[in-house]
């Protein structure tokens, strides 16, 4: 068998190609080619039959000067077949193109890795000042978020790369310095100086320069510009593979980007979250304010439970057992004598068995205690709540703006909030045949499981407030329906995507009554004597509710977990970082 010869950089084609004769199997060396399952790609040689190429011109393309016996086959599970002389001629044509464009792309790269070897010589020979120019006027240090005020001066700002754009004699960087995004303008030397040219996303700067309006047509974060006249790295951050866009990937595992959380914050989307849930506190403050509640700040350490024992955390306080709270509700009932209406904003922490999406081993719980109310004025209570807050908080702008990005649909919620009793929603989740955790129809007493609760809420689509559970599914403290004591004066607030959000009941204020709740539960009174003491010393009729700030959070943002709505989410199996 004579084989074409073929050097690099064109097919000479002699008319001395044989095709073997077909005789099976083919011989060591041959190029197999598969029309239908073959690839022509970079690194697919054909020499596998494992991995054939694709068409007859690539296998002479890849096969070069080696003169090799070609084997092709047409359909799937066909044999594979010598090439005809025809065949072969016909790819010559292809190859030679192809060998052509190879070529072509090689002499381009020569001469770019010389063009960046030239443009890097010129930019080490550029070496940046290591001060400013002190002719210029003095800067005016300035956070981002007040750079409007200040167009038209020299000002100095510090931040992080956010983001970075060269081009030969300019280079855009947006600066972020958490108030907001700054685009920096570098120009000449600064933008062609080695330095700049090794500048990575994440380093941290100081950049002076004057302020001024972005022309008209352009856009720019903020509507400025900051043409820089002087920048100097803080913190070079790495490049290559260590670069921040290599360890934090949208894409990433869950779990990775949980473990990178110090660097994953950094982005638009997470900071946009936490610059949100800053505002939403400080609106509920706001709002407390308003209606005359005073902020309290109970104990995180304590010694009773309040929703149950089986989600206690328990540890060793020197030498005797305590817990890590699950509400401050019985401290702020305390304080309502003392202090009138009181509310908290305190981390509240669950020994939660179940991974759902709406549960945190720690959280932080919006807690208020309003005493001489009745059921309605609780429930008109945090219904106001609610609204006032998603006002206020949507009063701000840049949160507004915040909100609109990430959850576009999303609509202020109007009063009054459809109410709905426990025994109404069974009547609901049975006539939408919605089982219970059993498979069944649900009667009274079943709890409502959160599948079951977010398949009702989802479908209904707007806020609930689910009134009057069964007192055997409730906490010892809560106080029974005057009209029906099979049922307490409690509430869930139900939002969509989310679920409960709130839960709240009045309590129970006479001393008996309390015991009784204890005794159904097996709880020993003894611990709660301070507790207890409130119904004798003074007692009142009183309610209040706790709220989870991240299922609010996840609400109003439409994220699909609370643990995007938590700084360092924990969680069963995460305490870290
Ligand atoms: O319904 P919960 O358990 O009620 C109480 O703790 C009352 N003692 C509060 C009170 O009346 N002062 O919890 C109240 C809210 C829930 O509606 C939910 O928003 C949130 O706290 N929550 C959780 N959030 C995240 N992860 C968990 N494991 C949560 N458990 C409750």
Known sequence: MAGPEVAFGGIVLENTYTPIVATAPPPSGAIYIDAVAGVDADGVAGTDPAAPVKTPAFALFVSNSVAPAYYIRRTADAPYEPLTVSAYKKAVKGADSLTRKARAALVAKEKMAGNDAKRA???????????PDALLPAPVTIKIRAATAHRGQRVLVRGWVHRLRLQKGLAFLVLRDGTGFLQCVLAGDLANAGVTLGLTLESSVVVYGVLNAVPDGKAAPGGHELAADFYSIVGLAPGGDDAITNRVQESADPS????????????ETMSGIFKVRAALLR???????????????????????????????????????????QSSQLYLETCLPALGDVFCVQESFRAERSHTRRHLSE?????????????????????????????????????AEIVAKLNPAFQPPKTPFRRMTYSSALEWLNEHGVPNEDGEQFKFGDDIAEAAERRMTDEINEPILLTHFPVEIKSFYMQKAPEDPRVTESVDVLMPNVGEIVGGSMRIYDLEELYAGFKREGID????????????????????????????LAWLLDRFTVRDCSLYPRFTGRCKP
Request: aromatic share 12%.
């Open 121 to 131: 010589a010129e930019a080490a020979a550029i070496v940046l000042p290591s001060v």
């Open 256 to 267: 990775i980007l949980l473990d990178m959380r110090h660097l994953a914050l950094r982005g």
């Open 283 to 325: 609106a509920f403050r706001r709002v407390y304010v308003d209606l005359g509640l005073l902020e309290v700040t109970p104990p995180c350490m304590v010694q009773t439970q309040v929703e149950g024992g089986s989600t206690l955390f328990d540890f060793n306080y020197y030498g005797e057992p305590a817990y890590l709270t």
């Open 363 to 399: 959280y932080t719980h919006v807690e208020a205690e309003l005493a001489f109310i009745t059921f309605d004025d609780l429930l008109l209570h945090i219904e106001s709540l609610i609204t006032k807050t998603v006002a206020y908080l949507l009063e701000e702008p840049e949160i």
């Open 525 to 552: 009174p003894k611990p709660y004597y301070w507790f207890s003491d409130q119904r004798i010393y003074g007692t009142c009729p009183h309610g209040g509710y706790g709220l989870g700030t991240e299922r609010i």
